[in-house]
T-cell receptor, first 113, second 110 residues
Framework: SAVISQKPSRDICQRGTSLTIQCQVD?????MFWYRQQPGQSLTLIAT?????????ESGFVIDKFPISRPNLTFSTLTVSNMSPEDSSIYLC??????????FGPGTRLLVL | QKEVEQNSGPLSVPEGAIASLNCTYS??????FFWYRQYSGKSPELIMF????GDKEDGRFTAQLNKASQYVSLLIRDSQPSDSATYLC??????????FGTGTRLQVFP
């Protein structure tokens, strides 16, 4: 499976600010995904990031709040905009493997004060 | 009704026993099924996937799928304390997305 890295691994931010999370893969992948995992909860898909096209957002998530870039087949960014304490969560990127599998990066732990 | 349901646990088993983790799903059109292990503070790690009815074995792990009854299970033989983690069931309904359950916390005690 691909080696996936995320930056930053964790951050503490003030409300009203924005944070951009980077996801880097060591091989070219078609599909990348961004998830949120709130404390004690399961994974919620934010959006699917396709290279060369706009991200596809899930219900409840909008581009103004979570803009995503996918400039090439090995990299994507997720920005959490105008943050509030409710955005405190773990943000995970994943990449699609064969047979619908997904492999996850190590995650970014975000605390908004 | 949630799309993917799991008992949150904790499921406590003694070392060496078989741990049985269950998952039910609501969409009969679901096509493939995945088990992830997530240690506390870590990201999910794919253990197994299955898409045909029956059993699929990989080392100490066996995934079982029954599409008629809409459940998928994961058996862990010879459970070890290092197996203590949250196990997430995920379902693909077609397309590229996975729908995750809330996970079952497994505790293996010595």
């Amino acid at each position: 499976s691909a080696v996936i890295s995320q930056k930053p691994s964790r951050d503490i931010c003030q409300r009203g600010t924005s944070l951009t999370i980077q996801c880097q893969v060591d091989s070219q992948v078609t599909m990348m995904f961004w998830y949120r995992q709130q404390p004690g909860q399961s994974l919620t898909l934010i959006a699917t990031a396709n290279q060369g096209s706009e991200a596809t957002y899930e219900s409840g998530f909008v581009i103004d709040k979570f803009p995503i870039s996918r400039p090439n087949l090995t990299f994507s960014t997720l920005t959490v905009s105008n943050m509030s304490p409710e955005d405190s969560s773990i943000y995970l990127c994943s990449v699609a493997g064969q047979e619908k599998t997904q492999y996850f990066g190590p995650g970014t732990r975000l605390l908004v004060l | 009704q949630k799309e993917v349901e799991q008992n949150s646990g904790p499921l406590s088993v003694p070392e060496g026993a078989i741990a049985s983790l269950n998952c039910t799903y609501s969409d009969r059109g679901s096509q493939s099924f995945f088990w992830y292990r997530q240690y506390s503070g870590k990201s999910p790690e794919l253990i197994m996937f299955i898409y045909s009815n029956g059993d699929k074995e990989d080392g100490r792990f066996t995934a079982q799928l029954n599409k008629a009854s809409q459940y998928v299970s994961l058996l862990i033989r010879d459970s070890q304390p290092s197996d203590s983690a949250t196990y997430l069931c995920a379902v693909n309904r077609g397309g590229d997305k996975l729908i995750f359950g809330t996970g079952t916390r497994l505790q293996v005690f010595p």
